[in-house]
């Protein structure tokens, strides 16, 4: 359970502190809220695929930074 406990806060600190302020916003609307990408692109005035795309930029970002490189 420790290991869980410190995983989510290094990805807290990599959300908070590494990624631009409208990807994140749109990757805590994903991930956190379960919004649908359409519906984040309604709310947010965007296309679904800034959505998609931005969601890519922040899984890259987490993947880099967590050591993951596939």
């Known amino acids: ?5 410190a995983l989510q806060e290094q990805i807290r600190t990599i ?15 994903s ?10 692109a ?8 800034t959505v998609e795309h931005q969601i890519e930029r922040a899984l890259k970002i987490l993947r880099k930074r967590l050591g993951n490189t596939r």
């Open 1 to 5: 359970v420790f290991q869980l406990t």
């Open 15 to 29: 959300i908070h502190n590494e990624f631009p302020p409208r990807c994140r916003e749109i990757f805590l609307l």
């Open 31 to 40: 991930r956190f809220e379960e919004k649908s990408h359409h519906e984040i």
């Open 42 to 49: 309604s709310m947010l005035h965007l296309s679904v695929r």
